[in-house]
């Protein structure tokens, strides 16, 4: 038996090599991110242009590091840098993105997610070879602290500003004092923000981690929304209460192992009138319509972190982070919901209004 080397096409292999450079250096890079968020690095750099040595004296921060990651924050694109003044600068559009985690737009969590969730690599790798699940609550704590801060400003730009309008009649109701199950609220930043925007309304969050109702309490004080928001640790298919006028899931639904009981479990919940309002992951139903940056990503995470905690718990499903709508649609059918359509999305969102 003889073998033959291939024959290569070396526009395509240089172009192949060119996009794993491209990743390799995005792998450390988000070290880089995460880096200039915890110590306050973009910040710093938001007050004005700055040469390394007065980066460092703002920042508090040693000089021969800062040098090495604005040097490399710049070879990305993250930040500009001045050849002829020796200093780096943030943009308008880059401090918009860096530096407020309160905005519209923060991608420091992003990246804090991401790292988090690859240090789970050595069980998922195991995992593989098992098919044995990893809980939300086995992830590092950087998981559960950067998805909060990844998604919370997506909610802040459209959660009361077009998501809720887009609900028939619930804006109205919850102005006039609606009751809100908020299931699988993580750290709670969707309930508060529902909280905050509608004072009257009685909003009920739950989470089967108990750290992250911990956290979810703690912002809840923060707001000063302690007196008609409040949080219990229960799983989707064990939440208490009835008569619900809205139940909420907030990119929760895909990570469940069973998301048909906790379904039914919403339904049984709900007022005969309420409505159920599911926010996912943006996906289509095929593999190839998801053949995109985003979509990417969440095959990323859905790997690392929402199939494993799927199959972590019974029920028998793995639905992951891009499950796609048709997926979702079933799962109500299934449950006896009767209405469903798609009201609004998003670069990273879909949401779905579910009824009786």
């Known amino acids: 038996m003889t073998t033959t080397d291939p024959v290569l096409d ?36 938001a007050a004005g242009p700055a040469t ?11 000089v021969r590091y800062v040098t090495e990651w604005a040097r490399g924050q710049a ?42 969730a690859l240090k789970a690599e050595p069980r998922i790798t195991e995992a593989f070879r098992t098919g044995a699940g990893m809980g939300w609550d086995e992830q590092d704590t950087d998981v559960h602290l950067g998805c909060a801060g990844f998604f919370r400003p997506g909610y ?29 609220c993580g750290a709670g930043a969707s309930s508060v923000l529902l909280g905050e925007a509608y004072p009257r309304a009685r909003v ?59 379904a039914r479990h919403v339904r049984e919940a709900l007022a005969d009138d309420g409505t159920w309002m599911v926010v996912e992951p943006i996906a289509g139903d095929r593999p190839e319509d998801n053949a995109n940056p985003v979509g990417r990503a969440y095959y ?31 799962i109500a059918t299934d449950a006896g919901f009767t209405r469903f359509r798609r009201v609004a999305e998003t670069p990273f969102n879909a949401v779905y209004e579910i009824r009786p």
């Open 204 to 262: 009920r969050g739950s989470d089967y981690h108990a750290g992250s109702i911990e956290l979810a309490r703690m912002a809840a004080v923060e707001s000063g929304v302690t007196g008609h928001v409040e949080f219990e640790v229960a799983t989707a298919q064990t939440f208490t209460g009835t008569g619900y006028d809205l139940v909420t899931m907030f990119d929760c639904l895909h990570d469940m192992g069973d998301p048909l009981g906790a």
């Open 75 to 116: 070879a990305g694109g993250y930040v500009g840098y001045d050849p002829a003044s020796g200093e780096y600068s943030l943009d308008a559009e880059q401090a918009f993105c860096l530096t407020d985690p309160n905005g519209p737009v923060y991608l420091p969590a992003a990246f804090q997610l991401a790292l988090g």
């Open 10 to 45: 070396e526009g395509r292999l240089t172009a192949f090599v060119g996009r794993v450079v491209g990743d390799l250096g995005a792998v450390t890079t988000a070290a880089g991110v995460v880096i200039g968020h915890r110590l306050g690095l973009y910040g710093a750099l």
């Open 156 to 184: 802040v730009a459209n959660l009361t500003s077009s998501w809720i309008p887009a609900l028939d009649g619930v804006e109205q109701a919850l102005q006039a004092g609606a009751t809100v199950a908020d299931v699988g």
């Open 300 to 330: 990323g995470f859905s790997t690392l972190l929402c199939v494993p905690n799927g199959l972590s718990q019974p029920g028998g499903y793995a639905l992951g982070a891009q499950a796609g709508e048709s997926a979702i649609r079933r």
């Open 52 to 62: 390394p040595e007065e980066l460092a004296t703002r920042s508090g921060c040693d």
